[in-house]
């Protein structure tokens, strides 16, 4: 099992970015996914939940009406599309699998940084 993020970076307060993680290794389309961060000095906080197929979706409050969740099942990726974005969303945004209602694999992680 590989997860590999990406779409990280530095943005003022009110941007967007959208984050991606590649999966392979596993059929894909057979797992619900889901997007976690850590910030700075922080524990992890669980951002959005996907199921396998798409159709439903679950977010944390904090990001509710920001941030949204997506997969591409023939392409193997996962998606986070962040609007709005605050400094409180600063953090290391990590995907993972899920397994039996917990998250088994994780990928290295990406940066997001928010800051005027």
């Known amino acids: 099992v590989q997860l590999v993020e990406s779409g990280g970076g530095l943005v003022h307060p009110g941007g967007s970015l959208r984050l991606s993680c590649a999966a392979s290794?596993?059929?894909?389309?057979?797992?619900?996914m889901s997007w976690v961060r850590q910030a700075p000095g922080k524990g992890l906080e669980w951002v959005s939940n996907?199921?396998?197929?798409?159709?439903?979706?679950g977010s944390a409050d904090s990001v509710k009406g920001r941030f949204t969740i997506s997969r591409d099942n023939a392409k193997n990726t996962l998606y986070l599309q962040m609007n709005t974005l605050k400094p409180e969303d600063t953090a290391l945004y990590y995907c993972?699998?899920?397994?039996?209602?917990?998250?088994?694999?994780w990928g290295q992680g990406t940066q997001v940084t928010v800051s005027s």
């Open positions: 290794g596993f059929t894909f389309s057979e797992y619900s």
């Open positions: 993972a699998r899920r397994n039996w209602g917990t998250q088994d694999y």
């Open positions: 996907i199921s396998s197929g798409g159709s439903s979706t």
